[in-house]
């Protein structure tokens, strides 16, 4: 069986052009602890000259970002095709530039949970409570405390699993997913819940819908991982 020691990440930031946001979230990667192989970036503002810029301030990534401003949807479907395409890296981390990572994160541990669980389609880390009846209930888990599975293994590894939605704050991921296509927005549905609909209806790669989990990382109590400093908001279509 393949090792997380044997495992490969590539880490995907999609931005919009707050540059404050983005040099806070690329400046809290001395968090991650994991094999990352690959860097990438994509930047949605539409803007040539910001791009070129964001070349020269981050020459360590490998930057994706041509065309017009595509808006949520398609950002990630851009970013699905091209990290697919050419990525040699067997995992993906995914980050939005308006997220901070707060404490060390096991990226081995992370990805070994995905080798020894296909049925995960996903692990992310959890954010602080962020709408108001997030910040009511006391936090994301505890607004559905009966949506999450507690989960502890032989490892000593614990996390929360759950089939009520995706979520791109943050996740770690197969890159096979990236083969299961990032849907459009539509009205009343936002993308990235109309993915968790596909994922329970048709499955991911590694198993069929009906097995289709997915996972926060940490026990019930182990609190947030990553802070999310979004206040300003640019992009739409989630």
């Known amino acids: 069986m393949t090792t997380a020691r044997e495992a490969t990440i590539a880490v995907v930031v999609i931005g919009d052009g707050r540059d404050d946001y983005l040099q806070r979230c690329v400046g809290s990667f001395t968090q991650l602890d994991g094999p990352i192989t ?32 595509r808006g949520c949807a398609g950002a990630f479907q851009e970013v699905w095709r091209q ?21 060390p994160i096991d990226l081995y541990s992370m990805a070994d949970l995905l080798d020894d669980r296909p049925y995960l389609a996903e692990v992310a880390l959890r954010r602080q409570a962020w709408n ?33 939605f ?35 209806a048709h499955g991911t790669p590694e198993v069929p819908g009906d ?10 109590t182990s609190g947030v991982w990553v802070e999310h400093i979004g206040q300003q908001r640019i992009g739409t279509g989630y």
Request: hydrophobic share 35%; with cysteine.
């Open 83 to 103: 990290v697919r395409q050419d990525t040699a890296a067997r995992f993906v981390l995914l980050v939005e530039q308006d997220f901070v990572f707060q404490r």
């Open 166 to 200: 995706f979520t791109t704050n943050c996740p770690l991921f197969r890159t096979t997913l990236l083969d299961v296509p990032w849907p459009d927005s539509r009205p009343g549905r936002y993308s990235e819940g109309t993915f968790h609909h596909h994922l329970m």
């Open 132 to 164: 108001s009846e997030e910040v009511s209930a006391g936090g994301v888990v505890e607004l559905h405390p009966d949506w999450y599975r507690d989960m502890r293994d032989d490892a000593g590894r614990q996390w929360l699993e759950q089939r009520a």
């Open 211 to 220: 097995q289709v989990t997915y996972a926060y990382w940490g026990a019930r």
């Open 38 to 69: 690959e860097k990438w970036m994509y930047d949605d503002t539409g803007d040539q000259a910001y791009r070129d810029s964001l070349g020269l301030r981050y020459p360590g990534f490998w930057h994706i970002n041509g065309g017009p401003r």
